[in-house]
């Protein structure tokens, strides 16, 4: 009797804005296989005035879904975790947090770029980094902390993202990983190193920034009370932490004439590129050279995404299913008021309805008062914004891209793809679904050589799941 090969587990803890989720995955007859084995939720609190992370609750739930490995009897041999970028907390001598973890939509920031720009022009600081202004990145989020709180900045020992965090409770020890180090406006976009003279002008502390390791480093195995707690030990690896380079990993292309569009809450379009392009032009069109596996740049733009649509629907009285939302969307179709989806008065509002209204009126244009125009002007100015995307990424790059490679869980919504196409006039092809879960399995099972290298893994992701053109 042939016996049958055992399978080897790979556990993704991918987690986002909205909710996190543990993603099994293994190689079978050539292909990857994923199952979502538990979910939780994550939300922003407010505490002492600010929009904060709940790191205990989220730490809780990552523990609670290794617990559920060992009841399904499905030992991961790795785990990797990913999150946004941006957000960090400082530990002290003793590895306790300082202060609260405040999230990126909190307004602490407002003002600080002003202060950045008082140390070192804007021009500079992008030739040096070559990232995307945003306002919540965490060089301004630093900065605040030193005008309004410095104490902590005194006392920390160690600077963390969010993921490195959570393995850093895991295993007890303190890596810093390099695509999602890049998000913090602090890394040298040609060394792909902390930038120590920018770090020296701003004046902040240099130790509390780690060596950069790169994603499928290892950092460790679960510390003996997180053993005893959820029943086996494993590695703890590093995907591509910032989540947007895990999605990035799993597009299904390995040509040069896709352009990626990982769609979700954000919604980050761009190209992969070996050369960071952190000149004047390429600044002023507001691209980021975000780093990315094996110190591959992601060239692209932060979209404000699938956030307006997912904040309107809080907000209407009646729990629409998706199929219900895009009806709706194209009955108001009529409707011609255009927004820019990347307006700050978007970041984080009270009321999202309103938010949009006001824009209308106060750009001149008529505003949506039904369900249906909301809609649709939501819609209609997303895909405007993708088609203005691609138009100034053949720009800049200098060249003509024939598709546009939709991922990540905004890729199943079927009326805004419809809607890309007609606008870009490009080949639209969506999925797989689960592209930042597949990028950190990916991460880790090139670690244990299940590929030879990215492009044998992206084809195995290209005929493992189903991509559809639109």
Not at 447 to 461: C, Q, Y
Request: aromatic share 10%; net charge negative.
């Amino acid at each position: 009797m042939k016996c049958e090969k055992k399978k080897i587990y790979y556990l993704a803890i991918d987690i986002g804005a909205s909710s996190g989720r543990h993603i099994l995955g293994w190689i079978e007859n050539g292909k990857i296989r994923i199952e979502e084995i538990y979910r939780f939720e994550n939300r922003l609190e407010e505490k002492d005035g600010h929009l904060c992370w709940d790191l205990d609750r989220l730490f809780q739930e990552v523990v609670q879904g290794l617990q559920y490995c060992k009841q399904l009897n499905r030992i991961p041999l790795s785990i990797g975790i990913d999150t946004w970028g941006v957000d960090f907390v400082l530990l002290d001598q003793a590895g306790k947090v300082l202060g609260n973890a405040i999230a990126y939509r909190d307004g602490r920031t407002q003002g600080m770029d002003t202060e950045v720009y008082k140390v070192i022009k804007e021009e500079e600081l992008y030739r040096r980094n070559g990232i995307q202004k945003q306002l919540f990145n965490s060089v301004y989020q630093l900065v605040a902390l030193q005008k309004q709180q410095s104490d902590f900045l005194n006392k920390a020992q160690n600077f963390m993202m969010i993921p490195e965090y959570l393995n850093f409770l895991l295993t007890g020890e303190k890596k810093n990983e390099y695509t999602n180090a890049t998000t913090t406006q602090l890394v040298n976009a040609q060394t792909q190193d902390w930038d120590n003279e920018l770090i020296e002008q701003l004046g902040l502390p240099r130790r509390i920034f780690g060596k950069l390791h790169m994603p499928k480093s290892s950092v460790g195995y679960l510390l003996p009370e997180i053993q005893k707690a959820v029943g086996f030990d494993a590695e703890v690896v590093l995907p591509a932490t910032h989540d947007t380079g895990s999605a990035v990993l799993a597009v299904p292309a390995n040509d040069d004439h896709s352009i990626y569009l990982s769609s979700g809450t954000w919604s980050l379009m761009g190209v992969e590129r070996l050369i960071p392009d952190c000149t004047e032009k390429s600044r002023q069109h507001n691209f980021t050279n975000e780093g990315g596996y094996h110190y591959r740049y992601r060239y692209l733009k932060n979209i404000m995404g699938l956030w307006i649509m997912q904040s309107i629907r809080k907000e209407f009285k009646h729990a629409y299913s998706f199929a219900e939302l895009f009806t709706l969307a194209g009955i108001g179709s009529y409707f011609p008021s255009i927004v820019d989806v990347n307006d700050s008065s978007f970041l984080a509002p009270k009321s999202m309805i309103r938010a949009v209204q006001d824009n209308c009126e106060k750009t001149g244009q008529e505003k949506p008062e039904t369900e249906c125009e909301l809609l649709y002007c939501v819609y209609n100015s997303l895909a405007k914004c993708y088609a203005d995307t691609v138009a100034e990424i053949e720009e800049v790059t200098g060249k003509v891209y024939q598709r546009i490679h939709v991922v990540g869980g905004g890729c199943q919504d079927s009326f805004l793809n419809k809607l890309t196409a007609e606008y870009t006039g490009k080949d639209v092809y969506a999925g797989p679904i689960e592209a930042t879960a597949l990028g950190n399995l990916m991460a880790q099972m090139l670690k244990n050589d299940e590929f030879s290298d990215l492009i044998e893994a992206r084809e195995t992701i290209a005929k493992s799941f189903n991509v559809k053109k639109v």
